[in-house]
């Protein structure tokens, strides 16, 4: 995508949000949704196209506000805002005007301020004296960007388990790992595994191509279109394709191939809403080196990681979970399904080594004691 046309939708987007201010500000007065006493906040700055990173941390903190902690959201765009409203039952502030969010974060005695990604905004935020502020990131993986320096900003970073701990120890420099606080992954707590009853139910999810070579682990164009012409076309296989709601936003390239894939493959697009949930029902999972991949893992389902990527996740899965090389039609297929029939045994160890619990529950008291207090 050029840098002309990203900038001409970054001012439309910013043109809708404006004009859609009133409209929302009515709507969160009329829903009595206006945040009071309010002692632990998500804050989230980004425009609508970015809130699946909020999302994954709405059931999470749904369940801590039903166990009586004071939980909020603030949000710096309307059109996100609305769309929040439609999400969650969570009281909701919304103002573009960093004096305002602090002057009600102050007002609503806010001890804590929760982060789901690195955006910019959250530095403006971070200003503020007083409230404790954690980093939550949005998933666990092996990205460039988990290890990111701008961790150091943080008063507290939760991480998923051991294998995140050493990952940032070894490459972030002079960062104090006494800020690092292990809690699972409490967005796949109340998630139940079903899978298909009658064929195998097979889950491909690709990453988004990123914003530089770098962060480049999607197989969308290296093996999405081999992948997704075997599986469909198997019937002992029920193929689910689920890409990443960012896929195309930095290349027209591959908005264009993911276009005519969805067009091609609309019978096969996946149709449940929440990514944890979607694991939960698959016998097989084909994930790129992401979040879903390593979520895959914590709830056991027989995974084959895509990519030819130098990590833990690669070094540690056995060989014949490893797709390197984009592999042809009926072996892939074969594949697939000798993955489902064998099961994940060789994932368990795993599991301990990238999550500190995968207890059900436990994650999320791990996270309540971490932005609610013991």
């Known amino acids: 995508m050029s840098l002309i046309t990203r900038q001409l939708r970054l001012a439309v987007g910013r043109a ?21 006493q309010t002692h632990t906040v998500l ?24 166990s009586g902690a004071r939980i909020g959201i603030v949000v710096m765009n309307a059109l996100t805002a609305r ?74 970073v939760a991480v998923a388990g051991p294998a995140a701990i050493e990952r940032i120890r070894a ?7 006494a800020a690092l606080v292990p809690i699972g992954r409490p967005q796949l707590d109340g998630i139940t595994r079903t899978t298909g009853l009658r064929r195998l139910r097979v889950l491909y999810a690709p990453t988004w191509e990123g914003d530089s070579k ?34 195309g936003d930095t290349s027209a390239q591959v908005g264009k191939l993911l276009a005519g894939l969805r067009r091609e493959y609309a019978a096969h697009l996946d149709p449940v809403a929440d990514p944890g949930q979607s694991l939960a029902e698959s016998d097989v999972a084909i994930c790129d080196i992401s979040a879903m991949a390593y979520d895959a893992i914590a709830l056991n389902v027989p995974l084959l990681a895509v990519g030819s990527q130098d990590c833990e996740l690669t070094r540690r899965l056995p060989a014949d979970q490893l797709l390197g090389s984009a592999a042809a039609g009926q072996d892939l297929a074969e594949r697939v399904l000798e993955l489902g029939r064998a099961g994940s ?30």
Request: hydrophobic share 40%.
């Open 43 to 66: 804050f989230f700055s980004e425009p609508p196209s970015q809130i699946y990173q909020l999302q994954v941390w709405l059931r999470p903190f749904e369940a801590l506000a039903e």
């Open 83 to 156: 769309q929040l409203l439609q999400m969650t039952g969570l009281p909701v502030f919304f103002s573009r005007s960093m004096e305002q969010v602090e002057q009600r974060l102050a007002k609503a005695g806010t001890r804590t301020i929760c982060y789901v990604n690195n955006a910019q905004g959250n530095f403006t935020m971070l200003r503020m004296n007083g409230p404790l502020h954690v980093h939550l990131n949005h998933g666990e993986s092996e990205k460039i960007s988990m290890v990111s320096n701008q961790l150091k900003a943080y008063d507290r």
């Open 345 to 374: 045994a060789g994932q368990q160890e795993l599991a301990s080594y990238f999550f500190a619990t995968t207890t059900p529950g436990q994650a999320t008291e791990l996270l309540r004691r971490l932005v609610c207090g013991s």
């Open 214 to 247: 770098a962060m480049g682990y999607s197989s969308l164009e290296t093996h999405g279109v081999q992948l997704l012409e075997a599986l469909a076309g198997d019937e002992r296989i029920e193929l689910r394709f689920r890409p990443h709601p960012k896929t």
């Open 16 to 36: 809708r949000a404006l004009a859609a201010e009133p409209a929302v500000r009515r709507s969160i007065n009329a829903q009595h949704r206006e945040l009071r």
């Open 171 to 177: 490459h972030i420099p002079r960062f104090d790992p």
